[in-house]
T-cell receptor
Framework: AQSVAQPEDQVNVAEGNPLTVKCTYSVSGNPYLFWYVQYPNRGLQFLLKYITGDNLVKGSYGFEAEFNKSQTSFHLKKPSALVSDSALYFCAVRDRGSTLGRLYFGRGTQLTVWP | KAGVTQTPRYLIKTRGQQVTLSCSPISGHRSVSWYQQTPGQGLQFLFEYFSETQRNKGNFPGRFSGRQFSNSRSEMNVSTLELGDSALYLC?????????????FGPGTRLTVT
């Protein structure tokens, strides 16, 4: 079975400080991993994905994520947070062996960046 | 390219009624998936369509159904609405089937059942 855990419902950080949003996963095989962001009353926006290669993946709006196979983690990071980064963040996974498009999502982490 | 569009954006229905939601994927995208988002259950997968065929279905009752047309547009239908069906329904498209593709989401349809 495939599953994603986002251990923190809420993350608060001051503007200008680095931020981390945590994600751990469980899949039967090797994973494809994704991060999405959702602003109020909007759909999900794709931020970045890990397919293969370098464990550090760079995405939109200055976000990056580090894939750690031994810890089965894919934490989202940004060196300097902005107030406009405040939103709901979702981690998602697919089994590498699957030909299906279904994404398995975590419960989401609400990020609040204080000015 | 225009993004994924969903209509209507907001809908209020009465328990027992039925509803049809529409999704137009990004031009050229052939795979469409539907998700239900609620505060209590989070994002739950409903179904996935590719080339007018349902390829995958989530754990929802038969009241939830969908279809995809030859132009890749998709509809989902919920019959005999229940209060618990109140949710944000999200449609997502991707260029092709396959696990490496990210999905692009529409703004959603907010369904309220009274």
């Amino acid at each position: 079975a495939q599953s994603v855990a986002q251990p923190e419902d809420q993350v608060n950080v001051a503007e200008g400080n680095p931020l981390t949003v945590k994600c751990t996963y469980s899949v039967s095989g090797n994973p494809y991993l994704f991060w999405y962001v959702q602003y109020p009353n909007r759909g999900l926006q794709f931020l970045l994905k890990y397919i293969t290669g370098d464990n550090l993946v760079k995405g939109s709006y200055g976000f990056e994520a580090e894939f750690n196979k031994s810890q089965t983690s894919f934490h989202l990071k940004k060196p300097s947070a902005l107030v406009s980064d405040s939103a709901l963040y979702f981690c998602a996974v697919r089994d590498r062996g699957s030909t299906l498009g279904r994404l398995y999502f975590g419960r989401g982490t609400q990020l609040t960046v204080w000015p | 390219k225009a993004g994924v569009t969903q209509t209507p954006r907001y809908l209020i229905k009465t328990r027992g009624q039925q509803v049809t939601l529409s999704c137009s994927p990004i031009s050229g995208h052939r795979s469409v998936s539907w998700y239900q988002q609620t505060p209590g259950q989070g994002l739950q997968f409903l179904f996935e369509y590719f080339s007018e065929t349902q390829r995958n279905k989530g754990n929802f009752p038969g009241r939830f159904s969908g279809r995809q047309f030859s132009n890749s547009r998709s509809e989902m239908n919920v019959s005999t609405l229940e209060l618990g069906d109140s949710a944000l329904y999200l449609c997502a498209s991707s260029p092709d089937r396959g696990a490496t593709y990210e999905q692009y989401f529409g703004p959603g349809t907010r369904l309220t059942v009274t």
